[in-house]
Nanobody, 119 residues
Framework: QVEFVESGGGLVQPGGSLTLSCTVSGNIFSTNHMAWYRQDPGKARVRVAAISSGGSTHYADSVKGRFTISRDNAKNTVYLQMNGLKPEDAAVYYC?????????????WGPGTQVTVSP
């Protein structure tokens, strides 16, 4: 059973920074492309950043230049460094496999971590 455990969320003022972490159980993490998603209440979950197994990255236009995704395969962990936070970045953030991956096809999600951006 694969488990995703996100952490690092919190309350931050506009312009502030947070670093999210997600640890994944099991021994196939290093071979999976990973992604961070976020979800507002009543809306669909959307992908904001992705990193391939080889370290190539991709960002949604809304976060490009402000967010940085990285991974540590030795720790089965993927990170999301968020700078210049805006009120519209507030959401619950989740990690999972990127589109088409084994992880995502499992349909399992962790509890997520809440990010609140407010003065």
């Amino acid at each position: 059973q694969v488990e995703f455990v996100e952490s690092g969320g919190g309350l931050v003022q506009p312009g502030g920074s947070l670093t999210l972490s997600c640890t994944v159980s099991g021994n196939i993490f290093s071979t999976n492309h990973m992604a961070w998603y976020r979800q507002d209440p009543g809306k669909a979950r959307v992908r904001v950043a992705a990193i391939s197994s080889g370290g190539s990255t991709h960002y949604a236009d809304s976060v490009k230049g402000r967010f940085t995704i990285s991974r540590d395969n030795a720790k089965n962990t993927v990170y999301l460094q968020m700078n210049g936070l805006k009120p519209e970045d507030a959401a619950v953030y989740y990690c999972n496999g990127d589109t088409g991956t084994y992880y995502l096809r499992l349909g399992l999600w962790g509890p997520g971590t809440q990010v609140t951006v407010s003065p």
